[in-house]
């Protein structure tokens, strides 16, 4: 398949790299000021060496990557709220172009689900975005291959910042800002954590579980309940004083920043759960768990989050749409 990569941060940069080890080709590679079409391929360690030394990609317009001639194009620019803007605009070029749609951003499918779900059904081209939810965790194929009609519901651990600022504060009976500070200097956490500390990252991610559900279920599609940020119970972690998780630890317990998605609820929230169970995962390793009608409760854990785990989850999606 013939790849456009949107996006030049960590994941797009993984995508570029690691495309020809799935059978990719990258063909045109776009920043937010510049952009490199190479018909017959990109050389992606020049376009990453440039990236890296000078800021940019190429000498093209970003909007000439667009244009380019692509089976897929590859949406990573970053996640933005409301009108989802730019991503939603590149998705729908692609789709009016008939061309296929890999998101690793969660805005086109966390606010405007049935927008996106509109476009897709008057394309050829199909739209795909496990890397929305959980890095490299297979959360939202393993659901569709289930079937979303028998999932009651998906819980887990979502944010890898918050899990671990969680993990070593009852680890070593720390206060929230002394773990803080050691995730910003170990680059765990961004300078400005409240999109995962908050919950907002988590809640975005089963905001898209649960629209994955409503129209997966729903007999019309039109009928189905879409779920945005606005529809989310959340409940971040800055408040957790270090004394909850060591009493917690005395009764066998820990806490977690747990999600919870079904097709009428979205939640997020500080939960209390045994210490040695399934949804106590530490560091930044993120767990999903999907419940069903017929096959029991399924687990899923792993890296949720970093370039290349969620490159290998776009680059999955790309080898399902052939």
């Not at 199909?126 to 289930?146: M, Q």
């Not at 994955?212 to 971040?236: H, I, K, M, N, Q």
């Amino acid at each position: 398949m013939k790849l456009a990569v949107i996006g030049a941060g960590a994941v797009g940069r993984s995508v570029v790299e690691l495309a020809g080890e799935y059978g990719h080709e990258v063909v045109a590679v776009a920043d937010s000021s510049s952009a490199i079409v190479e018909p017959d391929g990109v050389d992606a360690e020049a376009v990453l060496t440039r990236k890296a030394e000078i800021g940019v990609v190429g000498d093209d317009d970003p909007d000439d990557a667009l244009a380019a001639d692509y089976d897929v194009l590859v949406e990573a620019t970053p996640t933005t709220l409301g009108d989802a803007e730019p991503g939603f605009s590149h998705l729908k070029t692609a789709l009016e172009r008939d061309r296929h749609v890999v998101l690793a951003n969660k805005g086109p499918v966390a606010e405007r689900f049935g927008d996106v779900r509109a476009l897709e059904a008057d394309s050829a081209g199909g739209v795909r975005f496990e890397a929305t939810v959980g890095g490299a965790i297979p959360a939202i194929s393993t659901v569709e291959d289930v079937e979303p009609s028998h999932v009651t519901a998906i819980r887990g651990v979502l944010n890898g910042t918050a899990n671990f600022i969680l993990t070593r504060m009852a680890a070593e009976g720390l206060d929230y800002d002394h773990v803080l500070a050691e995730a910003q200097d170990l680059g765990v956490a961004e300078a400005d954590p409240s999109f995962d500390v908050e919950g907002t990252d988590a809640a975005l991610k089963c905001v898209i579980l649960s629209n994955v559900l409503s129209f997966g279920a729903a007999a019309d599609p039109s009928s189905a309940r879409e779920f945005t940020l606005a529809d989310a119970a959340v409940s971040g972690i800055r408040d957790i004083p270090g004394s909850a998780l060591r009493l917690a630890a005395e009764d066998g317990r820990t806490v977690r920043l747990i999600g919870e998605a079904t097709g009428e609820t979205v939640r997020v929230a500080p939960r209390l759960i045994p210490e040695n169970g399934t949804l106590a995962v530490n560091g930044t390793q993120n767990i999903v768990q999907i419940e069903t009608t017929h096959a029991g409760r399924l687990n899923i854990s792993g890296r949720g989050a970093g370039g290349p785990e969620t490159a290998s989850a776009v680059l999955g999606d790309v080898g399902r749409l052939k």
